[in-house]
């Protein structure tokens, strides 16, 4: 297996790194998923989820209302 971050060949056995090669590439991805730097590259819609967060957002609202 290869470390998604640089490339080098990865051991399995005893690499608490896992998948990375190190800590310091395990350190480079994490800060590139804080920095926004992955993307999810098509939307993902689910209409019914959509809708029952909105109703489910509405009750919150009405029951601080009350």
């Keep these: 297996m290869r470390c998604p971050?640089?490339?080098n060949?990865?051991?399995d056995k005893?690499?608490?790194?896992?998948?990375f090669?190190?800590?310091?590439c395990k350190l480079i991805d994490l800060d590139n998923w804080l920095q926004?730097?992955?993307l999810i590259s098509t939307l993902?819609?689910?209409h019914d989820d959509a809708e029952e967060a909105a109703e489910a957002a509405e009750a919150v609202?009405?029951?601080a209302v009350e």
């Design 9 to 11: 060949e990865t051991v």
């Design 21 to 24: 090669c190190s800590e310091r």
């Design 14 to 19: 005893g690499n608490s790194f896992r998948p």
């Design 36 to 38: 926004g730097r992955y």
């Design 44 to 46: 993902i819609e689910d």
């Design 5 to 7: 971050v640089c490339g």
């Design 61 to 63: 609202k009405s029951d």
